[in-house]
């Protein structure tokens, strides 16, 4: 939503043009594919893992485990998630998510080394809205944001984050705001750090703006 919300155009973009598969991107993917394994408790062969993912993944699947078994949840691996509410084109993938009494955890694995906070995060508000919509939950009192990230340098490598419906309510307000935002503006190209989560090579702005820049370092030799 972030990079939508500040591009209007990379939507439709990205339709044409998928971001290429980056090594980074395999890894996470590789990890989340064993987290997945080991919370649903199916085998994987460990020979397709280095020793620090698999030690990485299991410190993430016995966080949600135990967080499971504290709260007595019912657990959501890998739920596709449809915030049916707001459009039924948007949809995604949630790591886990365990609905207990009034009570929704939303729970991010996070490969990369960069820290990411629990706190207003879009990209979790997103899931818990998803997971709000998708398994019609009413009434909850509370709504958890976890980031489990053991790659990061940082000694503490959660962050959570406990919100409630209040929030999670605006969240739904800005979300749609957003999407209406993109849809009347779907021509709109805007470059910003946001454009780290696209396809650059094949964006018309930046072939504009690397022309622009050529131009001007034309100029300036003498
Ligand atoms: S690369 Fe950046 S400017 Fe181009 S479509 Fe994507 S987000 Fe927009």
Redesign the pocket.
Known sequence: MY?WAK?P??PY?LVDFPVPPKSYTQEGTKAHDLGEAMLLGNSYDESQYDEATISNVKMYAQYVKSLQAKLKGELHVELKVEVSSVSPLLYGRADAIIVSDKRLDVIDYKNGKSTVYAKENKQFSYYALGAIDTLELRGLDKIVLHCVQPNIKRKNKFDVWDTDSEYINSFRQELSEALSYAKANRKE???GQ??FF???AE?P??VEKLTEDMTDIQQLSF
């Open positions: 990079r591009c155009a990379s973009h190209y805007n470059i946001w454009c696209c396809n650059t964006c702005a930046h």
